[in-house]
């Protein structure tokens, strides 16, 4: 199998706090991970790669020092909103890689919905 | 810049009825294309194809890629209402990085 988790799957905070979402694949090693951002009613928008053991590299238009991304093993990549506003509320949503018939497939976990008040 | 564009945007229709769903691609360097189904959480993986003209089924669902024209299509036959959902179609450009389209909402009426 190939599943992926988030924690939390929902997280409400106050504007100007920062959250932490983790992301983990459970039972396959995932050198890369990926971090998109949905607004309701648009598409998945990527956001970050992240490889492990190295600095994740980031999509034009995405602050780095806002997301702050670590890969820290194999299993697990975090995903840091700092500071967070109103504005960057939001489903986000990783997906971890594996290579599977030949190919590196992405499996997604199940989101987690950021809501900043 | 690498883009995917879905059609239409929304559609409604009847339990039983046929849909087609579309997916166009502007592309540098196309690996795969993917079709995605997603409810209220993340997208589930429908269907990756890679080679024009070859038919990929699951059930009532059917996806074909035409790499000459830049695109590829969703068939649901005899639709269910569990089959309402945004559908996503997302293209690899071979960097492992998915690039996805605005996605189509379709919604079945009993």
């Known amino acids: 199998g190939a599943v992926v988790s988030q924690h939390p799957s929902r997280v409400i905070c106050k504007s100007g706090t920062s959250v932490k979402i983790e992301c983990r694949s459970l039972d396959f090693q995932a050198t890369t991970m990926f971090w998109y951002r949905q607004f309701p009613k648009q598409s998945l928008m990527l956001m970050a790669t992240s490889n492990e053991g190295s600095k994740a590299t980031y999509e034009q238009g995405v602050e780095k020092d806002k997301f702050l991304i670590n890969h820290a093993s194999l299993t697990l990549s975090t995903l840091t909103v700092t500071s967070a506003h109103p504005e960057d509320s939001s489903f986000y949503i990783c997906?971890?890689?594996?290579?599977?018939?030949?190919?590196?497939?992405?499996?997604f976990g199940p989101g987690t919905r950021l809501t900043v008040l | 810049e690498d883009k995917v564009v879905q059609s239409p945007l929304s559609l409604v229709v009847h339990e039983g009825d046929t849909v087609t769903l579309n997916c166009s691609y502007e592309v540098t360097n196309f690996r795969s294309l993917l079709w995605y189904k997603q409810e209220k959480k993340a997208p589930t993986f429908l269907f990756m194809l890679?080679?024009?003209?070859i038919e990929k089924k699951s059930g009532r669902l059917s996806s074909i890629l035409d790499k000459k024209e830049l695109s590829s299509i969703l068939n649901i036959t005899a639709t269910q209402t569990g089959d309402s959902a945004i559908y996503l179609c997302a293209v690899n450009f071979g960097n492992e990085k998915l690039t996805f389209g605005t996605g189509t909402r379709l919604t079945i009426i009993p």
């Open positions: 890679t080679s024009s003209g």
């Open positions: 997906s971890a890689s594996k290579l599977a018939g030949g190919y590196n497939e992405q499996f």
